[in-house]
């Protein structure tokens, strides 16, 4: 089993940054890769970013190139998201993510992972 915690959300002005954090523990050197996902209300959940356990395979969603950054820090387990010239459709409850590598590793599929954090509130103000 792994556990994934994230921290870092709050509340933003439009243009600002934040830097998500998710600590992850138990069975982390199961895992392929890490991403997030993000659900605002009354939308379905979407992919953000994903990266593969070595940092090499990093994925986007059209709608953050450019202006997030994923990374991880294997020593200390943690997995980050810096997020620049944030907008007020960020806003959403962001979730970590870990998933383990069964032939195609699908980044934008939610079915893809099989650990998922508790979620942090990020909320931008125009």
């Known amino acids: 089993q792994v556990q994934l915690v994230e921290s870092g959300g709050g509340l933003v002005q439009a243009g600002g940054s934040l830097r998500l954090s998710c600590a992850a523990s138990?069975?982390?050197?199961?895992?392929?890769?890490m991403g997030w996902f993000r659900q605002a209300p009354g939308k379905e959940r979407e992919f953000v970013a994903g990266?593969?356990?070595?940092?090499?395979?990093?994925n986007y969603a059209e709608f953050v190139k450019g202006r997030s950054t994923i990374s991880r820090d294997n020593t200390n387990n943690t997995l980050y998201l810096q997020m620049n010239s944030l907008k007020s459709e960020d806003t959403a409850v962001y979730y970590c993510?870990?998933?383990?590598?069964?032939?195609?590793?699908?980044?934008?599929?939610?079915?893809?992972?099989?650990?998922w954090g508790q979620g942090t509130q990020v909320t931008v103000s125009s």
């Open positions: 990266i593969s356990w070595n940092g090499l395979i990093t």
């Open positions: 138990g069975r982390t050197s199961s895992i392929f890769g």
């Open positions: 993510v870990g998933g383990s590598i069964r032939g195609t590793f699908a980044w934008g599929r939610p079915s893809t992972y099989d650990y």
